[in-house]
């Protein structure tokens, strides 16, 4: 990919190398689940005569292959070509000719090659050199849509998008829609990169964790028997001494002599110690 010196040289070596190789794959894949259908077909289309045979001797189950649909590779190679494209060789137009052909080549292309890395590519390329707002829209919600999650730079992008707009970055859709047509659709664009929690498969067992800003809640909560109230902030004294005061008294009233005697004996003893 390297030694390529114009971009007419890079796409020839793409579409001999990278997609010719992903249709490469394809065929093979499709040959070898048609052949493991075939070998399923005459293994259970056996004669009742060779029922007897076939019991004493089973057949040998065949090896479950599972073919490789696109090679590991894939996906990355599309994202370079795309880069590539755009930054080595000024062809924004050609880099997104690149993910759409990949996209309507087969459908294991679209769903190997169109990976997060991909669409990044997609992302940067309509707002950097187009300052296509609607097209990152589109792309965040085909992402969405096709399960593929966004990660630490698609999040970046969306950032570096959000700031050049708030600095009145001069878009397509401004003359068009109106700010506001445009701020709505950043607010979306934003949602579209948070994450969908995944589902829960069933519930289960055991104490519900509470939530990170529990403790708001219970910190805003109004405590009746700490006696301050809104304005009268000396109450909680007057209101504390006597209290205090009586429960003294009771506890007084409960030990009654014997906490009395207690005291004295005790005084003997340091006076006998002494």
């Not at 209101?239 to 009233?253: D, F, L, M, N, Y």
Request: charged share 30%; hydrophobic share 30%; net charge negative.
């Amino acid at each position: 990919m390297e030694l390529c010196d114009t971009d007419q040289q890079l796409l020839e070596w793409s579409m001999r190398e990278v997609f010719g190789q992903s249709q490469q794959y394809e065929e093979r894949a499709r040959n070898a689940i048609a052949k493991s259908e075939e070998q399923h077909q005459h293994a259970l289309g056996l004669t009742p005569t060779s029922n007897s045979s076939a019991s004493a001797n089973p057949p040998s189950q065949p090896t479950s292959m599972h073919p490789e649909l696109q090679h590991p590779t894939y996906p990355y190679l599309i994202a370079h070509l795309m880069r590539s494209f755009r930054d080595k060789y000024r062809d924004p137009h050609l880099a997104l000719s690149i993910f759409d052909y990949a996209r309507h080549l087969s459908i294991p292309s679209y769903v190997f090659g169109c990976t997060t890395p991909a669409y990044n590519e997609l992302i940067e390329t309509r707002w950097s050199c187009f300052r296509d707002l609607r097209g990152v829209h589109d792309a965040l919600e085909e992402m969405r849509v096709n399960g593929v999650e966004p990660d630490g730079r698609t999040k970046k992008l969306v950032e570096k998008l959000r700031r050049e707009v708030g600095a009145r970055t001069i878009w397509e859709e401004g003359s068009v829609f109106g700010s506001g047509e445009v701020v709505g659709m950043l607010s979306k664009i934003e949602q579209l990169t948070i994450k969908e929690p995944r589902r829960k498969q069933g519930k289960r067992p055991g104490k519900k964790l509470p939530a990170l800003d529990a403790w708001k809640g219970d910190a805003l909560k109004e405590d009746v028997e700490d006696g301050y109230e809104f304005g009268r902030w000396g109450s909680r004294q007057s209101h504390a001494q006597p209290t205090r005061r009586k429960q003294g008294s009771e506890r007084t009233a409960a030990t009654g002599l014997d906490d009395f005697l207690d005291s004295k004996i005790l005084g003997e003893d340091q006076l006998e110690f002494k």
